[in-house]
């Protein structure tokens, strides 16, 4: 039996047709199918729990928190600082206040005041206790152990970095709102070992204190991030952020040589800031003011 020319192109290219779907189509659909199936079945890794790793985000009244368990140290703690919460309410004294063990976290990741014992270094606030002068309550806050990380006390905790603490407080004379954020970093420097005929390496390194064990672990670097609306009803921003060694610095040292893009210390903390902003419209808070200290 003779095929016509145009018959012949027609079983041809039917064939063809008929390829393409059993090897392209009808698997993409059964894939789907399964995807589907898949995503609606028990994710068996995690039935027995979640491993973490867990953050403690701790509200409290003149602060906000998210505590490191691994560390023991704050990941960051933010402040709104304004002239009505830096008022000091009757009879509040940081005399009346002492550092204390954080009953929110659980007592296997929990720091006790012994564990800075004798190891040579501060408790260091994150919300300083000056920020927080409106009430005792207030006050007290500060002092537990989840907003505190070991710093460097004569030259840097007691002098430079007080300064800046106090830097963020007079802001409150030129902003309506000011917003702090601070936190540790753990910052890699150049290894010494390394030969001059091989690439430059890297490594990080820090203490660990603790009283029994050592479970505290010492930041590098401390960072500052300050965010301002430029007017009460503006939508105008200014932003500056600092980084400063764990270390005596001379106070002669200019606050702006510290300066550092924000996107530097999201890199190196893994934390990102101001979602919900856009970032493109800030400006230098450096140049709508003399940051010094």
Same mark, same amino acid.
């Given at each position: 039996?003779?095929?016509?020319?145009?018959?012949?192109?027609?079983l041809v290219g039917g064939f063809v047709m008929g390829m393409?779907?059993?090897?392209?189509?009808?698997?993409?659909?059964?894939?789907?199918?399964?995807?589907?199936?898949?995503?609606?079945?028990?994710?068996?890794?995690?039935?027995?729990?979640?491993?973490?790793?867990?953050?403690?985000?701790?509200?409290?009244?003149?602060?906000?928190?998210?505590?490191?368990?691994?560390?023991?140290?704050?990941?960051?703690?933010?402040?709104?600082?304004?002239?009505?919460?830096?008022?000091?309410?009757?009879?509040?004294?940081?005399?009346?206040s002492s550092f204390t063990a954080d009953t929110s976290v659980?007592?296997?990741?929990?720091?006790?005041?012994?564990?800075?014992?004798?190891?040579?270094?501060?408790?260091?606030?994150?919300?300083?206790?000056?920020?927080?002068v409106a009430s005792q309550k207030a006050m007290d806050e500060?002092?537990?152990?989840?907003?505190?990380?070991?710093?460097?006390?004569?030259?840097?905790?007691?002098?430079?970095?007080?300064?800046?603490?106090?830097?963020?407080?007079?802001?409150?004379?030129?902003?309506?709102?000011?917003?702090?954020?601070?936190?540790?970093?753990?910052?890699?420097?150049?290894? @010494? $070992?390394?030969?001059?005929?091989?690439?430059?390496?890297?490594?990080?390194?820090?203490? %660990? &204190?603790? !009283? *029994?064990? #050592? +479970?505290?672990?010492?930041?590098?670097?401390?960072?500052?991030?300050?965010?301002?609306?430029?007017? @009460? $009803?503006?939508?105008?921003?200014?932003?500056?952020?600092?980084?400063?060694?764990?270390? %005596? &610095?001379? !106070? *002669?040292? #200019? +606050?702006?040589?510290?300066?550092?893009?924000?996107?530097?210390?999201?890199?190196?903390?893994?934390?990102?800031?101001?979602?919900?902003?856009?970032?493109?419209?800030?400006?230098?808070?450096?140049?709508? &003011?003399?940051?010094?200290?």
């Amino acid at each position: 039996m003779s095929v016509s020319m145009s018959q012949f192109i027609w079983l041809v290219g039917g064939f063809v047709m008929g390829m393409f779907f059993m090897y392209n189509v009808v698997p993409l659909r059964m894939n789907r199918t399964n995807h589907l199936q898949a995503r609606q079945t028990q994710n068996t890794v995690l039935k027995f729990g979640n491993p973490g790793p867990v953050v403690d985000l701790l509200e409290r009244t003149a602060y906000t928190t998210a505590f490191n368990r691994k560390d023991r140290i704050p990941y960051w703690v933010g402040e709104h600082l304004t002239v009505a919460s830096l008022t000091a309410g009757t009879d509040v004294s940081r005399d009346k206040s002492s550092f204390t063990a954080d009953t929110s976290v659980p007592a296997l990741f929990r720091v006790n005041t012994k564990d800075y014992t004798n190891n040579g270094y501060d408790r260091g606030h994150h919300a300083a206790a000056a920020d927080a002068v409106a009430s005792q309550k207030a006050m007290d806050e500060t002092f537990l152990m989840t907003n505190i990380a070991p710093q460097v006390g004569a030259g840097f905790n007691q002098q430079y970095w007080a300064y800046l603490e106090q830097f963020c407080r007079d802001l409150t004379k030129n902003f309506t709102d000011v917003y702090v954020y601070t936190g540790p970093l753990f910052l890699p420097q150049i290894d @010494s $070992s390394t030969s001059t005929s091989t690439k430059t390496k890297y490594k990080v390194q820090y203490t %660990v &204190i603790g !009283n *029994n064990s #050592p +479970l505290v672990s010492v930041p590098t670097h401390y960072y500052k991030v300050i965010l301002v609306p430029t007017s @009460s $009803s503006s939508t105008v921003y200014a932003m500056a952020a600092f980084v400063l060694p764990n270390q %005596v &610095i001379s !106070n *002669n040292t #200019p +606050l702006t040589s510290f300066q550092v893009d924000l996107q530097a210390i999201e890199f190196a903390s893994g934390l990102q800031f101001f979602q919900l902003l856009d970032r493109s419209k800030f400006l230098d808070l450096c140049d709508q &003011i003399t940051c010094a200290v």
